[in-house]
C-alpha cells in the first residue's frame, strides 16, 4: 500500500525554524524523486522543494532559496524526506505537501507528482 505520511508541522513566530517529515511507505519510493509543495486557502499549490531518488540533485523555488533544504533518508522499508526550515517568514505560511514522483530526477513540475501525502500546517506569525 502506498502511503506519503507528512509530520512535523505547528506554529512558530517569524525567524524562527521548523523540520518536516515525510515517511513513504511502498514499493519503489527509493527509486523516485521526491519533493514538497504547499498551498494556501484559494491559490495553487506551489513548488518549494525537490531532491533526486539518491539524495543528489536538489530543486528550490526562489523564495526559499538559502531558508530551506530537503534532504531524504532510503533506509528501506521506508524513505523519509525532511525539509528544514530555517529563518522562516509569515508568508511561509501554507499547509505543505509531500509528494513523490515515478522517475530518477527531481522535477519542479506539479504533474510529475503522482502520490501525495494529506498535507502539514505550518503557520508563522509576525
Known amino acids: 500500500q502506498v502511503q506519503l505520511v507528512e509530520s512535523g508541522g505547528g506554529l512558530v513566530q517569524a525567524g524562527g525554524s521548523l523540520s518536516l517529515s515525510c515517511a513513504a511507505s511502498?514499493?519503489?519510493?527509493?527509486?523516485?524523486?521526491m519533493g514538497w509543495f504547499r498551498q494556501t486557502p484559494g491559490k495553487e499549490r506551489e513548488f518549494v522543494a525537490a531532491v533526486s531518488r539518491s539524495d543528489g540533485p536538489t530543486y528550490y523555488a526562489d523564495s526559499v532559496k538559502g531558508r530551506f533544504t530537503i534532504s531524504r533518508d532510503n533506509a528501506k522499508p521506508t524513505v523519509t524526506v525532511y525539509l528544514q526550515m530555517n529563518s522562516l517568514k509569515p508568508e511561509d505560511t501554507a499547509t505543505y505537501y509531500c509528494?513523490?514522483?515515478?522517475?530518477?530526477?527531481?522535477?519542479?513540475?506539479?504533474?510529475?507528482?503522482?502520490?501525495w501525502g494529506q498535507g502539514t500546517q505550518v503557520t508563522v506569525t509576525s
Open positions: 509528494a513523490s514522483t515515478i522517475r530518477f530526477s527531481a522535477s519542479v513540475d506539479y504533474s510529475e507528482y503522482r502520490y
Open positions: 511502498g514499493p519503489s519510493f527509493n527509486n523516485y524523486s
